[in-house]
């Protein structure tokens, strides 16, 4: 059972390297810098040439990785991971990196994204005989893994990764190797750089900046990159590839100082706020952003419209997640405690508030009224996506079909129902103007449109599209 979905949540954060003697220490510090793509539970495995051991646990990063529990991760390659359950929901069994022994050796897993094929595949493997030990759908490629025919190690990855449909960035470690795999349409951001002598892989370029690595090149789509003490081989485990990166990487999930396919997240929120200044030109006297991804859309606009860009928001940082209280009443006061008004800012104003997406209303309505609460005059909602019309399958939690707001209500129904005096949702020609495309092609606009760059299994859209 898939699990119940509130919002925009974030995907996970994968990352490894190989060849450092401080592999354990530089993954912490890569998994800290992609913290923002899973706060459920995160996990490092390393090898020491001769066997694999790993710790995880349910928790951040740094609540995870006391110096107690880094002290056996001794070895010159590691690879982690920073979840957000999506498929398969929660629980310690479930936090990656996956872990397997075997007589012939050891095997380590971490999966960024999400199969829409797994349960099909599950099917059949466990009509095979497969046991699962978790509900997670990463555990699917080391079962197709062990249950191929192939004799050696990289024909039997590349067979497995063959048969799986949707998005996947994996990273794939034994006692004396490291592969890296990107699914055929490149839908999650995935980059190889290195450090001296030895590689780093991570999902953000921001990774490398926080250890001090240089960026090489990103993954390129069906790619399967086999990493040793011999150097660096790359092979494709798939002949026909069509490129269709998640655009919502840039609205929201990357973090702004990374670059993916070479465009700077940070700039290509800003540009999204020009482009909404030109598309929606309104009479007001501050521009808001809501914290912290749409800060950088929200300069954008201010600059594009000449009205002054404030502080009208301020983020509480100390405060715990809000989807977790157990109900309706402590989920808003709880959005209370994680966001502010700043009165002086914003009270006698004509207030811009711009955010980046709208999934269900219920955190705008909640924004706008404490925005209108601090005595706003007028609170203008703009948002730097288009509206989410559809579910996605490949590893963002953007609720059922039924739960998004868009799905069945126009733009002014919205308007009305989260209390705002205008809304404004980006148009798709101008979130692909403002990051330097023309058309769509590249790209996976599936939330927006509906147009998906995979076939969607029966039992995943019977889930998504539940009435």
Not at 30 to 57: A, F, P
Not at 118 to 142: C, P, R, W, Y
Request: hydrophobic residues 40%.
């Amino acid at each position: 059972m898939l699990p119940e979905i509130k919002g925009l949540n974030e995907e996970c954060g994968i990352f490894g390297v190989w060849g450092h003697q401080d592999a354990a220490q530089l993954t912490y510090y890569g998994l800290h810098s992609l913290q923002h793509r899973g706060q459920e539970g995160t996990g490092i495995v390393v090898s020491d040439g001769k066997k694999l051991r790993g710790v995880k646990g349910e928790g951040l990063v740094s609540e995870i990785f006391t110096a107690d529990a880094m002290k056996d991760l001794n070895g010159s390659a590691a690879i982690g991971h920073v979840r957000y359950a999506t498929a398969g929901g929660g629980g310690y069994e479930n936090v990656q990196p996956l872990l397997f022994h075997s007589q012939t050796g050891s095997l380590a897993l971490a999966h960024n994204g999400n199969l829409v094929n797994a349960n099909s595949l599950k099917h059949q493997l466990e009509a095979q005989g497969s046991i699962f030990q978790t509900s997670s759908d990463t555990e699917v490629l080391a079962h197709l893994i062990r249950r191929s025919g192939f004799p050696n190690l990289n024909d039997q990855v590349k067979n497995a990764l063959s048969m799986l449909k949707g998005a996947y960035a994996y990273l794939i470690m034994t006692e004396n190797e490291l592969m890296v795999a990107l699914d055929p349409h490149g839908l999650r951001p995935l980059s190889l750089g290195c450090l001296g002598d030895a590689y780093v892989v991570a999902s953000e370029t921001c990774a490398f900046d926080v250890v001090g690595a240089v960026y090489i090149r990103d993954i390129m789509p069906g790619e399967l990159l086999i990493i040793n003490d011999k150097g660096i081989t790359s092979e494709r485990f798939a002949l026909s590839t069509t490129k269709a990166i998640c655009t919502m990487e840039y609205i929201y999930f990357s973090r702004p100082d990374s670059n993916i396919q070479g465009i700077n997240v940070h700039t290509a929120r800003k540009n999204m706020g020009k482009q909404l200044a030109m598309e929606a030109l309104l009479d007001a006297d501050v521009v808001t952003g809501v914290p912290d991804s749409s800060i950088s859309a929200a300069i954008g606009y201010a600059e594009a419209a000449g009205i002054p860009y404030e502080m009208g928001l301020i983020k509480n940082r100390y405060v715990g997640r809000t989807f977790i209280q157990p109900s309706q009443t402590l989920r808003e006061q709880g959005v209370k405690m994680k966001l502010s008004a700043v009165r002086g800012v914003v009270e006698g104003k004509r207030v811009v508030m711009v955010d980046d997406s709208i999934v269900r209303g219920t955190t705008s309505r909640r924004i706008v009224n404490l925005l209108k609460e601090a005595g706003a005059k007028e609170v203008h909602v703009v948002i730097s996506s288009p509206p989410i019309k559809n579910p996605c399958f490949y590893g963002i939690d953007t609720s059922t079909k039924e739960e998004l707001i868009a799905s069945d209500k126009s733009v002014e129904q919205i308007r009305e129902l989260i209390g705002a005096d205008s809304l404004t949702f980006i148009s798709i020609d101008g979130m692909m103007k403002a990051l330097g495309q023309e058309g769509t092609s590249g790209y996976c606009l599936g939330c927006f449109t509906g147009n998906y760059p995979t076939e969607i299994y029966p039992d995943t859209l019977q889930y998504y599209y539940q009435k």
